[in-house]
């Protein structure tokens, strides 16, 4: 998550605004060793799990209800909706699906090739490449390349400034603690902390090492 999740989910933080989440779910799988015949699980606080499925809520905010993201990684996915196998497909190897509550929308982890479920739905809707696509295509500096050009250069803060991707980041680093755990998280955001289980703050940061003694020569 820490590395696709950054570029999927922009869009999807921005769009609708999401700020801290109440809470962190994680369902992780785990390893087992033998010994003597018997099995017994390996505690794992080293790496990150073979496969996982992580929910965040989200509390509403203005006009928006609350939302639920749901992280799926190591080959986990979501249930095949019944949209989908009305046009006799399966859900894609990887990518983003949105859930509303008028239909559902699939769309690569770019948010390429944006489709509602199922086919006949986007009849009504037809798609054309966009003029930017088509640009970068042809070789032109992408659109995201410029703003960070531009801000390189004295201009704007781009769009993916650190100032905007404070609620992405910490949805991320709760993301590495509620797998350490395996447990539940409870989060306050405006403080910043975990009231359940507290014992899980102590990833939330860490004791720095004293800085370099200089040397003698």
């Known amino acids: 998550m820490a590395d696709m999740g950054h570029y999927s989910l922009w869009a999807v933080f921005n769009a609708l605004e999401l700020g801290s989440p109440t809470s962190v779910e994680p369902m992780l799988s785990h390893t087992c060793e033998f010994k003597d015949g018997i099995a017994f699980q390996v505690n794992n606080d080293f790496s990150f799990p073979t496969a996982c499925i992580v929910r965040f809520k989200y509390p509403a905010s203005g006009k928006r209800p609350a ?27 990887e990518g983003m699906m949105f859930v509303g509550s008028k239909g559902k929308v699939l769309a690569g982890f770019f948010l390429e090739d944006p489709r509602l479920i199922p086919e006949r739905r986007m009849r009504k809707h037809p798609v054309t490449t966009g003029p930017a696509r088509q640009r970068d295509q042809e070789g032109v500096i992408p659109a995201g390349m410029r703003q960070w050009i531009a801000a390189v250069r004295g201009g704007p803060q781009s769009p993916s400034s650190f100032l905007n991707a404070g609620p992405i980041s910490e949805a991320v680093n709760l993301y590495a603690v509620a797998l350490r755990t395996g447990k539940k998280l409870l989060y306050d955001g405006e403080s910043r902390k975990i009231t359940t289980p507290a014992e899980a703050n102590k990833y939330l940061s860490r004791e720095y090492r004293k800085g370099w003694d200089p040397l003698s020569i």
């Open 67 to 93: 939302v639920d993201l749901v992280w799926y990684d190591g080959g986990m996915r979501p249930p095949t909706p019944p949209e989908l196998e009305i046009d006799n497909k399966e859900l894609p190897i």
